[in-house]
């Protein structure tokens, strides 16, 4: 019993270190192909991997609080415990019944944990930063709350691990009719959760000097770093487990290990995929104001999801 205590804890810690890994190769990969977009030739590739270990190397002598120390250590326990509960390759080590509310729960939990710490600090820029992030959280969750109900009740299933399994041999939703046009949606939903512009709004750096982020530094904002390279991760991969079929393409009962290699590989090709279309549009678009953000999730990116959600639920009564 306790050895397979021990094994589980080892399991879920080393699933959070591949995800931290990973999210470092993302940042230095994003800065690397942003640089080339340019025309710029850019900082290393694993350069996401020396800026954490410089800023967790630094002493910290800033603090607003107990509030602002815990802020970071929340936001960074927060994506992880998210991160755990998605099938990655089609392996789930904390996937249950209605999990899919319970992720969307738990994403909402590090940008709380974020305003907390920032609010704390007491500077108006981080203030004007939490503002314009939390509106745009609830801008951009309004689209894709509807078009997740819609796949729940395409597949009858609020389990995303069954989610999956069901896509499972190229069956992806994404060949659907229906969901093509809600990845689209969902895609532009994810622009906004991986802040990337237009969606940039809380940042901004030109404007409010970096927003919730202007107060800290040292390993505070290592952290920060680790949770916005984490969260990376965790919602690349929320895409393509609803629209990619997980990244599954070979049985494991059939093929072993082997297929489980080949499943992580086709999993890290097919995030990295969904976070450079990303990167595309971060690289040639202007950020919007709040106000365009919000007509944009409100006016056209909800309504179309309304509408395929019409669509769907017409679809199953008929």
């Known amino acids: 019993m306790v050895i397979e205590i021990i094994e589980k804890i080892l399991l879920l810690s080393g699933m959070v270190a591949l995800g931290f890994i990973i999210g470092m190769f993302f940042n230095g990969f994003a800065r690397k192909v942003t640089a080339r977009i340019h025309n710029r030739v850019g900082p290393p590739i694993y350069q996401g991997y020396l800026d954490v270990f410089k800023l967790f190397a630094k002493k910290t002598n800033i603090s607003h609080g107990w509030i602002f120390d815990l802020a970071a250590l929340f936001s960074v326990a927060g994506i992880a415990l998210a991160f755990l509960f998605l099938p990655v390759a089609g392996i789930s080590l904390l996937s249950t019944e209605g999990d899919l509310f319970l992720i969307l729960y738990l994403l909402a939990i590090p940008a709380l944990g974020f305003a907390l710490g920032a609010g704390a600090s007491g500077n108006p820029n981080a203030a004007v930063g939490i503002m314009r992030a939390l509106m745009l959280m609830l801008a951009y969750e309004l689209p894709l709350v509807m078009v997740i109900v819609a796949m729940m009740v395409h597949y009858n299933t609020?389990?995303?691990?069954?989610?999956?399994?069901?896509?499972?041999?190229?069956?992806?939703?994404?060949?659907?009719?229906?969901?093509?046009?809600?990845?689209?949606?969902?895609?532009?939903?994810?622009?906004?959760?991986?802040?990337?512009?237009?969606?940039?709004?809380?940042?901004?750096?030109?404007?409010?000097?970096?927003?919730?982020?202007?107060?800290?530094?040292?390993?505070?904002?290592?952290?920060?770093?680790?949770?916005?390279?984490?969260?990376?991760?965790?919602?690349?991969?929320?895409?393509?487990?609803?629209?990619?079929?997980?990244?599954?393409?070979?049985?494991?009962?059939?093929?072993?290990?082997?297929?489980?290699?080949?499943?992580?590989?086709?999993?890290?090709?097919?995030?990295?995929?969904v976070f450079f279309l990303a990167l595309l549009i971060n690289a040639v678009f202007p950020r919007f104001r709040i106000e365009q953000a919000l007509k944009f999730y409100w006016k056209y990116d909800a309504l179309a999801a309304l509408l395929l959600l019409i669509w769907v639920y017409a679809g199953v009564s008929i």
């Open 158 to 273: 609020t389990s995303l691990a069954t989610l999956v399994q069901m896509q499972s041999n190229f069956k992806w939703a994404l060949f659907v009719p229906q969901f093509f046009i809600g990845a689209i949606i969902v895609d532009m939903a994810l622009q906004g959760m991986l802040m990337e512009k237009p969606f940039d709004i809380a940042i901004a750096p030109h404007e409010i000097a970096s927003g919730p982020m202007v107060e800290f530094g040292g390993k505070h904002l290592g952290a920060l770093m680790l949770y916005k390279m984490m969260a990376i991760v965790v919602e690349t991969t929320l895409f393509v487990d609803l629209f990619l079929g997980g990244g599954v393409v070979l049985s494991v009962e059939q093929y072993g290990w082997i297929a489980y290699l080949v499943n992580f590989l086709v999993w890290f090709a097919l995030i990295t995929f």
